[in-house]
Nanobody, 125 residues
Framework: QVQLVESGGGLVQAGGSLRLSCAASVRTFSMYTIGWFRQAPGKEREFVAAIRWSGGNTDYAESMKGRFPISRDNAKNTVYLQMNSLKPEDTAVYYC??????????????????WGQGTQVTVSS
């Protein structure tokens, strides 16, 4: 059974930073694209960033480019999302997800089959 566990969320002032972590329980972690998504109250889950299984390719939602670098350490089965220059509109629950097939590059929510429980990020103005 695949388990993804997010951590690192919290309350921060606008302009501040947080680093989210997504730790996986399986050794096949290094075979999969991992993505970060977020969901604000009353809104649909939206794509934030994704990283290829090897770490050699990344993609970002337009509003996150340059602010939220994504990285991974396959030796630790962990993906990170460094969140910089945070804005109140970044307030949401952040989820990491695993793509539904090995060696498959995707940023579409419906292509992810395992999700963590989410971590709350709140940015005050």
């Amino acid at each position: 059974q695949v388990q993804l566990v997010e951590s690192g969320g919290g309350l921060v002032q606008a302009g501040g930073s947080l680093r989210l972590s997504c730790a996986a329980s399986v050794r096949t972690f290094s075979m999969y694209t991992i993505g970060w998504f977020r969901q604000a109250p009353g809104k649909e889950r939206e794509f934030v960033a994704a990283i290829r299984w090897s770490g050699g390719n990344t993609d970002y939602a337009e509003s996150m480019k340059g602010r939220f670098p994504i990285s991974r350490d396959n030796a630790k089965n962990t993906v990170y999302l460094q969140m910089n220059s945070l804005k109140p509109e970044d307030t949401a629950v952040y989820y990491c997800g695993r793509a539904n097939s090995p060696y498959y590059w995707t940023t579409k929510t419906f292509d992810y089959d395992y999700w963590g429980q989410g971590t709350q990020v709140t940015v005050s103005s």
